[in-house]
């Protein structure tokens, strides 16, 4: 009986343990390449969103005569502290208002929109998701329309209705503290969580009220940043309602006073960059605080989706 002997080619058998043989190399060497293609291409994009914040925070530490510069203006030269104080003088010297008089009332109307809507809106979406009641359906709908239709489209009956409340705080945050994408956001959310806990927490004889409380508000940590960040944003840069019901600068938000200071002379471009850099900074400071919560809540919904 004679035995087959099997040859082992020698580029094979002198491959050292442990290495892969070349056809496994080049699909991982395609995967590296494409994971650096990706990233620079957001980094690109990364930089054209960023590089207007860039160019008015360099433009607001130069003088005017080079704070349009274009291209150039990129370059941290000529920097200088005088656009902030001039900036301020000219509301310290002006008869319209203090700058921080401005700031607190963007300040006020925000925190109020923000605080309440949280409330509001986060118990409405609760509600919407878990509880059942005679004409749920019809009032998630109503929401649902209220996010396809814009303010404008219903800005001119708010301005009748709340006509006598006219150059007051109240009339820049009553309308927007229930916000209909706030409702459906934290809707979608409540309804992604199990209701486990909510049935065991019924069983040891909590309400709706106390399950709302101590378990369903701790688990929506990253709804409650995404709604913070969207509200602020939108509130503290709020421009058209203001124009309509605001004419007193005792009253006026910092989007309002911003069009009227680089209306008035002298038209100095470091200044109004001043002005920018000032009025960017809490929305960025907001970002900041709660990015981690707001990150985790967009990284749920992609899993979800």
């Not at 949280?118 to 998630?140: F, K, T």
């Not at 396809?148 to 001119?156: E, G, K, M, N, R």
């Not at 040891?204 to 409380?213: I, L, N, Q």
């Not at 688990?219 to 004419?247: H, N, Q």
């Amino acid at each position: 009986m004679t035995t087959t002997r099997t040859e082992i080619p020698i580029s094979v058998a002198r491959t050292a343990p442990g290495a892969l043989p070349q056809s496994s190399a080049r699909p991982r060497s395609r995967g590296s390449v494409g994971r650096i293609v990706g990233t620079t291409l957001l980094t690109c994009a990364a930089l054209v969103f960023v590089s207007p914040i860039i160019y008015m925070i360099l433009g607001s530490f130069k003088p005017s005569s080079h704070a349009l510069d274009g291209l150039s203006a990129f370059a941290p030269t000529h920097l200088t502290l005088h656009n902030y104080s001039g900036m301020l003088g000219r509301f310290d010297s002006s008869s319209t208002g203090y700058f921080g008089q401005f700031y607190l009332t963007s300040l006020i109307v925000s925190l109020v929109v923000v605080g309440g809507g949280l409330v509001v809106n986060s118990m409405a979406g609760y509600a919407l998701a878990r509880l059942r009641w005679r004409g749920r359906q019809a009032v998630l709908l109503s929401v649902i329309v209220l996010i396809i239709l814009p303010f404008q489209a219903i800005a001119v009956p708010l301005y009748y209705m709340l006509n006598d409340l006219r150059n007051t705080y109240m009339v820049q945050f009553l309308p927007f503290i229930a916000n209909a994408m706030a409702i459906y956001l934290f809707y979608t959310f409540f309804m992604g969580l199990p209701k486990e806990m909510e049935e065991a927490a019924s069983i040891d004889g909590a309400g709706p009220w106390r399950t709302f409380v101590t378990i369903i508000v701790p688990m929506a940590k990253p709804a409650y940043a995404t709604v913070t960040i969207l509200t602020f944003l939108t509130s503290w840069s709020s421009f058209l309602w203001p124009v309509m019901m605001v004419d007193q600068p005792s009253v006026r938000p910092l989007p309002l006073e911003i069009s009227v200071f680089q209306g008035q002379p002298p038209y100095d471009w470091g200044q109004i960059f001043a002005f920018g850099v000032l009025m960017v900074a809490p929305v960025l400071l907001v970002f900041l605080v709660f990015q981690r919560w707001f990150v985790s809540g967009v990284a749920a919904s992609a899993v979800k989706g």
